[in-house]
C-alpha cells in the first residue's frame, strides 16, 4: 500500500507547540492568485460571499422593479407602463425576488457558516458548491437577457396555464422562463445535496445531531425538502416547454390535457419553497437571538423538531393555493385542516424567541433590533396567512391585495428582516470589522418603519376589493390614498436598504476591527480569526457540548470542548469524516482542488439551454457535447483526490 493511501492516525497536536502548522496549512488551502484563481476557486467562505453579493444585487433589481409598479399604482389612471410592459415588470419581479434573492441570499450564510460551526474545512463536495453558486449566476443572466429585447416573462411568476400556452402567448417569454427555471432548478438540487452531506459527513467529532445549532437545522429541512418540491416543478415547466415547442398535451384541454395540472405540480413546489425561503431564516435568528439575551435558546429540542414539522406538513397544504379552482369540497377540508395545523410549530417557535428574550438579559444592539422585528412580522405574517387557511375566507381574498400583503410579509419582513439581521451579526466574521452602530439602529428604525407603510395597508387594500395584477384603477374605486401610502412607505423602506449599503460600503474601509468574536457568543465559528483563514481550523475542534465557547460560564461540569488541540490534517486537503448521528470519527476525506470544471459546465449547459430556446440544435448539440467533455474534466483522477477510508484517531 502506497503513503498515498496507507492509513494513519492524525496526531493529536496543540497548534500553539507548532508555529510551522499555519503556514502548510495556508499553502495547501490557500485560493490561487489572480483572475484565474477566482474563477477556479472553490473556497465555500467565497462561494457563500459570491451568493450574498449577487442575491443582493438581484434584490436591488427586484426593488427598481417594484419601485416603477409602485409609481404606476400610486395614482389612479396612470400611464408610466402599458398593459405588456407592466405584466413583464410584474412577473420579474416576482420572479427575482422569489426565486433569484429570497433562497440564494440564505445559501450565502449557510455556505460561509456551515464548515466553521460544524468544525470542518470545507463543504462535502467543494467543486459542486462551486457549480451551484455559477449556475445559479447563470440561470438569473439567463432571464434577465430577455429584458432589453423585449421578451421578458410576461404570466406571472406563477405562470398559469393556459394563459402560458402557444395559442395565447406565442413569443419566446415563456419558453425564457421554463429554460431558466430549469437551469436555476440545477443549482438548487444539487446545493441541498451538498448540503445534507456535509451535515452527515463533516461535523466535528463530538457534534452530535443534538448538539448542531438551529440555522443547521433550518437549511438541512429546506435542503431535504427542496430535493422533493424542485423536480415537481422541473418537470412542470419542461412539460410547458414541450407543450410549446412540439405540441404535446400535457395542459391542453383539446387534446386531452389537463390545466390544472400545472397548478397542482407548481404549488407542489412552491408552498414548501415557501418555507425553504423562511425555515433558514428562522434558524438565523434561533441562534442569533440568545447571544444578545446573554442565555441559551430556550426549547431547543422543541424548537429543532417544530422545523422538520413545519416543513413535512408543508407538503400537505399545496391546495390551501387552489380553494378557488373548484375541487371536491371534501378534499378542500382535508387541506383547509392541514393548513390551521401548521400554524403549530410556527407557534412554538414564536415562543421559543419570546421566552428567550423574555428570561434572559437582553443587549440593544443592532442585529437584536432586526431579529426582535423579524418577531413582529413573522406573527402579522402567520396571522394573514392562518386566515386564508379558512376555504370561505380565502375565496372571498385569494386574488386580492390582502395576498399581496401575506406575501410580502413572508418574503420581505420574514426573510429581509433575518438577513439583515444576519449581516449586522456575521459581518465582523465575513470581514473582521463591525458595522457601524449608530447608522445601523437607524437603518433599523427606518426600515421597520417603512416596510410597515407599504406594505400593512395591503391588507385593507385587499379587504376593499382592490385585485392583484392590475396594471391601473379608476378613481371612483377609493384605493388611490391607500396606495399612495403604500408607495410612499416602500420609497421609505428602500431609504433603509440604501443606508444598510451605505454602512456595508463605509464599515469595509474603515469600520471598527472586530476581533475573534466581538459578540461573545457561543457557537464554533466565533473561535476562529475574523476573518477565517483559508483552512478554517488549525486542528479539528473536538465538541462536547452544545455551546462550546460558554461552557465555563453555564458551569456544565461534563462538557469539556478542546478548541485549542485535536487530530492534525495536514497530509494535503483533508477534512475529517464522522458518523451521521454521534459524530464519531471514521474517516479522512481528502478534498478536491480549485478546478476550471465547475465555471465550464456551467457555460455548457448554458450554451445548451440557449439552443433549446432559439432552436438553434446544432447549438444545442454543442452544448452537450461541451458539458461532456467538462464532466469528464471535473471526474478526471487526481494525484491524492478523493476520499480514502482510513483508520481515524483513537
Not at 395614482?75 to 419581479?93: I, K, V
Not at 438553434?616 to 461541451?626: D, L, M, T, Y
Amino acid at each position: 500500500m502506497d503513503a498515498d493511501t496507507a492509513p494513519r492516525s492524525p496526531r493529536i497536536v496543540r497548534p500553539a507547540d507548532d508555529p510551522a502548522i499555519a503556514p502548510r496549512l495556508q499553502a495547501l488551502w490557500e485560493t490561487g492568485p489572480g483572475l484565474w484563481g477566482w474563477l477556479c476557486s472553490v473556497d465555500h467562505k467565497a462561494i457563500g460571499l459570491r451568493y450574498l453579493v449577487t442575491s443582493f444585487l438581484f434584490l436591488l433589481a427586484g426593488g427598481l422593479e417594484a419601485a416603477v409598479i409602485r409609481w404606476q399604482l400610486a395614482q389612479p389612471g396612470q400611464r408610466l407602463l402599458t398593459p405588456e410592459q407592466y405584466n413583464q415588470l410584474f412577473t420579474m419581479h416576482g420572479v427575482t425576488m422569489i426565486f433569484l434573492y429570497a433562497l440564494p441570499v440564505l445559501s450565502g450564510f449557510s455556505n460561509f457558516l456551515w464548515p466553521l460551526i460544524l468544525g470542518s474545512r470545507d463543504m462535502a463536495f467543494p467543486r459542486l458548491n462551486a457549480f451551484s453558486y455559477w449556475v445559479f449566476l447563470a440561470s438569473g443572466i439567463y432571464l434577465y437577457a430577455s429584458f432589453p429585447l423585449g421578451r421578458a416573462p410576461d404570466a406571472g411568476w406563477f405562470n398559469y396555464t393556459p394563459y402560458t400556452g402557444h395559442e395565447f402567448n406565442p413569443g419566446i417569454n415563456i419558453d425564457v422562463y421554463a429554460l431558466g427555471m430549469v437551469l436555476l432548478g440545477v443549482s438548487t438540487t444539487v446545493g441541498a445535496v451538498n448540503f445534507i452531506v456535509s451535515l452527515l459527513r463533516t461535523r466535528a467529532p463530538g457534534m452530535s445531531i443534538n448538539r448542531v445549532p438551529i440555522l443547521v437545522w433550518g437549511t438541512l429541512t429546506a435542503s431535504v425538502g427542496n430535493l422533493f418540491a424542485v423536480p415537481a416543478v422541473s418537470l412542470a415547466f419542461f412539460m410547458l416547454w414541450m407543450d410549446r415547442q412540439f405540441h404535446s398535451h400535457f395542459f391542453d384541454v383539446a387534446g386531452g390535457g389537463q390545466p390544472l395540472l400545472w397548478q397542482h405540480l407548481f404549488w407542489m413546489f412552491g408552498h414548501p419553497w415557501v418555507y425553504a425561503i423562511v425555515l433558514p431564516a428562522m434558524g438565523i435568528v434561533s441562534d442569533g437571538l440568545p447571544t444578545f439575551c446573554r442565555r441559551p435558546l430556550v426549547g431547543y429540542t422543541p424548537v429543532a423538531l417544530a422545523t422538520v414539522t413545519t416543513m413535512v406538513l408543508g407538503f400537505g397544504v399545496w391546495v390551501h393555493h387552489m380553494f378557488a379552482t373548484g375541487l371536491p369540497p371534501v378534499s378542500l377540508s382535508f387541506f383547509s385542516a392541514a393548513s390551521f395545523a401548521i400554524v403549530i410549530p410556527s407557534a412554538v417557535a414564536v415562543f421559543s424567541w419570546l421566552a428567550t428574550i423574555w428570561t434572559g438579559r437582553p443587549v440593544f444592539r443592532t442585529p437584536f433590533l432586526f431579529f426582535a422585528g423579524f418577531v413582529v412580522l413573522f406573527v402579522i405574517g402567520g396571522l394573514s396567512g392562518f386566515m386564508t387557511a379558512s376555504v370561505p375566507v380565502d375565496r372571498q381574498l385569494t386574488d386580492t391585495y390582502f395576498v399581496v400583503a401575506h406575501l410580502h410579509y413572508v418574503i420581505i419582513g420574514i426573510n429581509v428582516f433575518a438577513v439583515v439581521g444576519g449581516i449586522y451579526y456575521w459581518f465582523p466574521k465575513f470581514t473582521g470589522r463591525l458595522l457601524d452602530e449608530r447608522l445601523g439602529r437607524w437603518n433599523f428604525w427606518i426600515m421597520f418603519v417603512g416596510f410597515n407603510l407599504a406594505f400593512f395597508p395591503m391588507h385593507v387594500l385587499g379587504l376593499l376589493g382592490m385585485p392583484r395584477r392590475i396594471w391601473t384603477y379608476s378613481a371612483d374605486m377609493g384605493w388611490g390614498p391607500l396606495n399612495l401610502l403604500v408607495s410612499v412607505g416602500s420609497v421609505v423602506f428602500a431609504l433603509g436598504v440604501a443606508m444598510l449599503l451605505a454602512n456595508v460600503a463605509l464599515s469595509l474601509r474603515r469600520g471598527a476591527l472586530a476581533g475573534d468574536n466581538p459578540w461573545d457568543a457561543p457557537t464554533l465559528e466565533w473561535s476562529v480569526p475574523s476573518p477565517p483563514p483559508p483552512y478554517n481550523f488549525l486542528v479539528i475542534p473536538l465538541i462536547a457540548s452544545r455551546h462550546p465557547l460558554w461552557e465555563a460560564r453555564l458551569d456544565d461540569r461534563r462538557a469539556r470542548s478542546r478548541l485549542d488541540a485535536g487530530p492534525l490534517l495536514d497530509h494535503g486537503r483533508e477534512t475529517l469524516g464522522t458518523t451521521a448521528l454521534d459524530a464519531e470519527p471514521d474517516v479522512i476525506l481528502r478534498m478536491p482542488g480549485d478546478s476550471p470544471a465547475p465555471l465550464l459546465l456551467t457555460l455548457s449547459l448554458v450554451g445548451l439551454f440557449t439552443g433549446l430556446l432559439v432552436h438553434a440544435w446544432w447549438v444545442a448539440g454543442v452544448g452537450g457535447a461541451a458539458a461532456a467533455l467538462a464532466m469528464l474534466l471535473w471526474l478526471w483522477p487526481e494525484r491524492k483526490l478523493g476520499q480514502v477510508r482510513e483508520a481515524a484517531y483513537a
